[in-house]
């Protein structure tokens, strides 16, 4: 099982509507939480870390369950420029602050 | 701004040769990683450090050696070349914050090993 999984979608959205999707992660010792962005071909960028049970930034909103060791990211008001791939990653500082990466969720949203 | 510089941007391989990927960060970042990304495998780490001199294996070192000579450099190098080495690399710095850090990366090689 892999440390971080990700539904890799891709999900198609109307320009406008909301999209969520989760991610689940199996190290019950993992303490940091963040959603980059990638677009094609591009290097990831942060776009929201999640450090206690929630953060929300503009549209975007992230939760964190640690109870059942799955972080979300939710999507309001989708615009075409939202369109990209959504890499969740965690890190454990007792693991040498290593980050690890889920495999992403693609995200395209059409007109 | 330069954040994390990498370079090449692109490079094409022989089987068995060797080369170093150069990365560079201007923002005094204590860690520094190399990761390489596949078709639908996500970033994996290769190697890291957490400081100048001190350097650790990640999730797929083999075939590839660092150093950290300088907080700011940290070179990849691979050692004999392969197919399977076909990937895109990207380098990235943190700032310790304590808890888990933002993560800044450059803007990757693409490499093909033939």
């Known amino acids: 099982r892999k440390e971080v999984e990700q539904d890799p979608g891709p999900f198609n959205v109307p320009e406008g509507a909301t999209v969520a999707f989760n991610c689940t992660y199996s190290?019950?010792?993992?303490?940091?939480f963040f959603w980059y962005r990638q677009d094609c071909r591009k290097e990831p960028k942060l776009l929201m870390s999640?450090?206690?049970s929630g953060n929300e930034d503009g549209r975007f909103t992230a939760q964190l369950n640690r109870a059942s060791q799955y972080i979300s990211l939710l999507i309001r008001d989708s615009k075409l420029s939202d369109s990209a791939t959504y890499l969740c990653v965690v890190n454990r500082k007792a693991a040498g602050n290593k980050l690890t990466f889920g495999g992403g969720t693609r995200v395209l949203v059409k007109p | 701004n330069a954040g994390v510089t990498q370079t090449p941007k692109f490079q094409v391989l022989k089987t068995g040769q060797s080369m170093t990927l150069q990365c560079a960060q201007d923002m005094n970042h204590e860690y520094m990683s190399w990761y390489r990304q596949d078709p639908g495998m996500g970033l994996r780490l290769i190697h890291y450090s957490v400081g100048a001199g001190i350097t650790d294996q990640g999730e797929v070192p083999n075939g590839y050696n660092v150093s950290r000579s300088t907080t700011e450099d940290f070179p990849l190098r691979l050692l004999s070349a392969a197919p399977s080495q076909t990937s895109v690399y990207f380098c990235a710095s943190s700032k310790d914050r304590g808890r888990g850090t933002e993560a800044f990366f450059g803007q990757g090689t693409r490499l093909t090993v033939v």
């Open positions: 999640v450090y206690s």
């Open positions: 190290n019950s010792a993992s303490q940091s």
